[in-house]
């Protein structure tokens, strides 16, 4: 089967890194930290969890239930505390509320006609003006709490805060892009607002999202990150990740005592923890991630199960220590990428090596499990998923580093060249990487061979599959009015999960060969004909266009 290599990349680094990990004194392999020390000190030295708590019991007093007037009380709240907290251009933004939830989503989340509001309010950049990043929690619950996500919207106030004090003073020089602050209706008004403003999908870089950010105090809770889709490759996964990991070694744990810095009055003591998980169906970043929206977002929560959607108001149990944690986190991913410049990009460059060795070894861990483990019957189709699943890793590791060239800065000539030379360095070295990974899973299916008796075969693309890998489904349903069409459709015949990743698979780069060679190991069910299908009938509905690859160049 004909190998596919990365596709050509815009992208920063290579020779420089090795020196970078020599120069930092770390082990080979091991990032240096992206945030500084500096605004890491900055940020703590300003951030409150008592105060953000303060918030989180003004807000709980609201019932909040989607449309109601007190919903509309506590926004007006929100929009006096941002203005108090600095923020310019604070409004309440206000959109009919969209019908195209199902019956049972409307039952299981009290939703009744009228209007969703959105407070939004920001902090202008210095330097780009074209070019935001934008931070959100949800304002809206069914049931009156503390947790979800009182909590996390009075972070957000609390980062306003923070952010604006640490300029004003000039203890941070004001970022280059903009801090915009979304106080949403979960993923309606978000989703609403990109519908009326299809413009911004392409200003807004990246987005920030707090949710359920106060933990409990009585009992253990841990952050939680959620990863980024399948289908939306991108650096932030990396920025999150190594934040993590930086703040763990060096705040969260001395001993049993995790440092004073990142603890607060009345709070837990406890060390500090971040767990990645993989994407999911719900959840208030979804609607950034989906297809034509596409802006990659760092979601972020403090997993309390004892407290996550239930009808208490426990702001008593709500833990300073963890809000004064998700308050430093949500400030130092928002501040970081609203003032990456050019000269930040060799330690990212670091960082995302570091993240795509982790995800490249768990691919090529999958794929030789699958081929260790295969029976006869058995053993060729599954040589076919292991191909696929390291084809789709690297392909998804070169669509990370084209990610990163939407930060693009205005730097000096020189900073723009020294980029230009570590782009192509670092897309020779995810080259090399595919070709070892498939030798490495050819010597795996040999001894796999010898050991089952089984003559070994060429490995060769179906008839089928050649045909479809010269069809490029295109998306023709554009981002605007009428596009909640595509966002509300269920695939027939697939679980919501699979026609999700279909659906958001088409990016107009991917033949339909390709988008079934990332589907097919983890869905089974969905065979080339019935994906073929599937596309035929988005087509006979005119959202989408099927078109013949373009030659290479």
Known sequence: MPRRTPRPLILLLGVALTACDAASGRPLGEAPPLIPATLTDAILSKASGERALKDVERLSKFSRRTGSGSLHSAALHVAERARSAGLKNVQILSFPESTGSSEAEQVSHAIRPGRIEMVTGEIPGAGRDDQDVVLTAHLDRRLQGASDDASGAAVLLEVARVA????????LLPPSRGLRFWWVTGFQSARAYFLQHPEETRRILANINVDQAGGDKRGRSDFVAILQPRWLGSFIDDLIRNLAERTTADLGEVGEH????????????????????????????????????????????????????????????????????????????????????????PRLFAAVRAG?????????????????????????????????????????ESRILASLARFRGSGSEREARESLQFRAQLTWNLYGGQEAAIALLEAGYQRRCKELGHGPVDLQPEAEEERLNLVVPSRTLQVGPGFERWLDYRVPSLSAEAGLEVLNFIDGTRSVAEIYHALAPRYPELSLGKLETILRELEARHWIQLGLKAPPA
Request: charged share 20%; net charge neutral.
């Open 356 to 396: 795509s060795h982790a995800r490249l070894a768990a691919a090529e861990y999958e794929a030789l499990v699958r081929i260790a483990q295969a029976g006869v019957s058995e053993l060729e189709q599954e040589r076919r998923m292991a191909y696929f699943i390291l084809e789709q890793a690297y392909e998804r």
């Open 164 to 171: 604006h004090q640490l300029i004003s003073e000039r203890q």
């Open 258 to 345: 995790p440092s004073p810095r990142i603890l607060e009055s009345g709070g837990s003591r406890g060390p500090f923890l971040l767990r990645l998980r993989e994407s999911s169906l719900p959840g208030d970043q979804a609607v950034f991630s989906a297809a034509g929206i596409e802006i990659p977002s760092i979601s972020v929560r403090v997993v309390s199960p004892s407290l996550v959607r239930t009808g208490l108001n426990p702001t008593a149990q709500q833990d300073p220590t963890q809000l004064k944690r998700s308050v430093y986190l949500a400030s130092a991913c928002g501040l970081y990428l609203a003032g990456f410049r050019p000269a930040d990009a």
